[in-house]
């Protein structure tokens, strides 16, 4: 499986952006699309995660109520819509599949495929 990850770009505090995932291969065997961030001298952390049967995971309630995970099957794609940028979101976004269930979508030692990330900078 191959991903690509777009999306990122330099905003001001407050914008949108909406990432992207695009999978190739074999995608008929990814069961989890999970986003990860990692912020420069910071480890990697869960940002959201969509099972094939569309159960959605939050890293917390702060994220949930401004960023929203989807996917479209069709397309073999998973988007990450982010609003109400704020400068703390500053990191490298990755996505990842798992291509095994169910098992602990928060925990990156998990995923079996990486992207190679995409750069969101927010400005204050």
């Known amino acids: 499986v191959q991903l690509q990850a777009s999306g990122g770009g330099l905003v001001q505090a407050g914008d949108s952006l909406r990432l992207a995932c695009t999978a190739s291969g074999r995608t008929f ?9 990692q912020a420069p001298g910071k ?3 869960f940002v959201a995660a969509i099972t094939r049967p569309g159960e959605i995971t939050y890293a917390g309630d702060s994220l949930q109520g401004r960023f929203i995970v989807s996917r479209d099957s069709r397309k073999n794609t ?3 819509q982010m609003n ?3 400068p ?4 490298a976004y990755y996505c990842a599949v798992d291509l095994h269930q169910p098992r602990d979508v928060t925990n990156a ?6 992207g190679q ?3 969101v900078t927010v400005s204050s």
Do not use: C, P, S
Not at 29 to 37: E, H, N, P, V
Not at 88 to 91: F, G, I, L, Q, S
Not at 109 to 114: A, E, I, K, L
């Open 43 to 45: 480890e990697r952390e």
């Open 88 to 91: 703390e979101d500053t990191a």
């Open 117 to 119: 990330g995409t750069q």
């Open 109 to 114: 030692d998990r995923y079996d495929y990486w």
């Open 78 to 80: 998973a988007y990450l």
């Open 29 to 37: 065997q990814i069961y989890t699309t999970g986003w990860f961030r």
């Open 84 to 86: 109400n940028l704020k």
